[in-house]
T-cell receptor
């Protein structure tokens, strides 16, 4: 079993729909990253959070430390949101931080 | 633009060869991380350097090595290349090597081994 699991693996939706991507982890974490990877390959960090909720534009990330679960929500989805979304758990091993990645969720938003 | 630069963008080489990938971190960032993204393994952490010293090791093969120079740029050396080394190699940087530091990713180097 992977230390970081995402669901769903693939998601197709219509423009305007509310999107939720889930991430569950089994390792102890100090924080959780949500990353976005566009078809060209570049990776952009969307959020880093260790508790509660963060919002940036139409994107919202939440984390429940007790349940070891995080969600990424996209409101009013748009075709330009089509990308792979990756959650990564930030763990501390012997005083150094290390990212453990989920397998990614491929999101396709159709016009 | 994250402020992290990587060169080259693309690299095509043959099995058995050796290549060097270069990464310049964001101004002021002391930590550099290297990641490999292959089709079958996804993203994997390879190694971290902090202010010139190796800080953490992940799934880095013995054929691979890295270093961080006094000006804080980093190089990842891949030798005795195999077909399975074909992947996207990303570096990321952060202000320090410790807690709660967001990492900023470079655009990646796509390595193709023929």
């Amino acid at each position: 079993k992977n230390e970081v699991e995402q669901s769903p693996q693939n998601l197709t939706a219509q423009e305007g729909e509310f999107i939720t991507i889930n991430c569950s982890y089994s390792v102890g974490i100090s924080a959780l990253h949500w990353l976005q990877q566009h078809p060209g390959g570049g990776i952009v960090s969307l959020f880093m959070l260790s508790s509660g909720k963060k919002k940036h534009g139409r994107l919202i990330a939440t984390i429940n430390i007790q349940e070891k679960h995080s969600s990424l929500h996209i409101t009013a989805s748009h075709p330009r949101d089509s990308a792979v979304y990756i959650c990564a758990a930030l763990t501390i091993i012997q005083g150094a931080q290390k990212l453990v990645f989920g397998q990614g969720t491929r999101l396709t938003i159709n016009p | 633009d994250s402020g992290v630069t990587q060169t080259p963008k693309h690299l095509i080489t043959a099995t058995g060869q050796r290549v060097t990938l270069r990464c310049s971190p964001r101004s002021g960032d002391l930590s550099v991380y290297w990641y490999q993204q292959s089709l079958d393994q996804g993203l994997q952490f390879l190694i971290q350097y902090y202010n010139g010293e190796e800080r953490a090791k992940g799934n880095i093969l013995e054929r691979f090595s890295a270093q961080q120079f006094p000006d804080l740029h980093s190089e990842l050396n891949l030798s005795s290349l195999e077909l399975g080394d074909s992947a996207l190699y990303f570096c990321a940087s952060s202000p320090s090597g410790r807690y709660f530091n967001e990492q900023f990713f470079g655009p990646g180097t796509r390595l193709t081994v023929l």
